[in-house]
């Protein structure tokens, strides 16, 4: 379909790892077994767009990570470091990706208005519709890692 298209990004294999019990490579064909969910939002300057992918949260889930009744005491000094291509990284406090505590989505997207992301936003990117500035809307993601706050 589009896989060959002009600009189109490298096929997606973003290292899922960290501390959680099943690391795991997120690949087009996981993403494509996944929940999928779709959001529309604004990037500064550009009209709305429809992306469509996973949501982080349910990929850190599928690695094991502490969701739902098991986030919790120690549990909840629990990150998670994405990291681009360029050395970029952002990070999220686990409970902000869990549906049990926070009523946003962050999405981890794979698709725009129907494509594939071009070569400079991916093949994915977050999508953080919440956040007023789009500082964390990370473009071509290559890692997501768990760790615990230490001290
Ligand atoms: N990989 C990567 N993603 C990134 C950044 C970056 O430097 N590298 N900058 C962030 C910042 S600060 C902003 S404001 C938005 C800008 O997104 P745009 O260039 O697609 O408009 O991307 C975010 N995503
Ligand atoms: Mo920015």
Redesign the pocket.
């Known amino acids: 379909m589009h896989a060959g298209a002009p600009g189109a990004s490298q096929p997606i294999a973003v290292s899922v790892g960290g501390d959680v019990p099943r690391p795991f490579t997120l690949t087009a064909t996981v993403l494509a077994s996944m929940p999928r969910r779709t959001v529309r939002a604004a990037?500064?300057?550009?009209p709305e767009a429809s992306y469509e992918g996973v949501g982080l949260g349910d990929i850190l889930a599928r690695a094991g990570a502490p969701v739902g009744q098991a986030l919790r005491g120690p549990a909840m000094a629990t990150y998670v470091v994405v990291a681009?291509?360029?050395?970029?990284r952002?990070v999220f406090a686990l409970p902000e990706l869990d549906s049990a505590f926070a009523n946003q989505i962050v999405l981890v997207a794979d698709r725009k208005d129907g494509n594939p992301l071009s070569a400079?936003?991916g093949p994915v990117?977050?999508i953080v519709p919440a956040d007023r500035?789009?500082?964390?809307?990370?473009?071509?993601?290559v890692s997501i890692t768990v760790r615990k706050a230490g001290d």
């Open positions: 990037d500064h300057g550009q681009a291509a360029d050395g970029y952002v400079r936003e990117r977050l500035r789009p500082a964390r809307w990370e473009r071509q993601v």
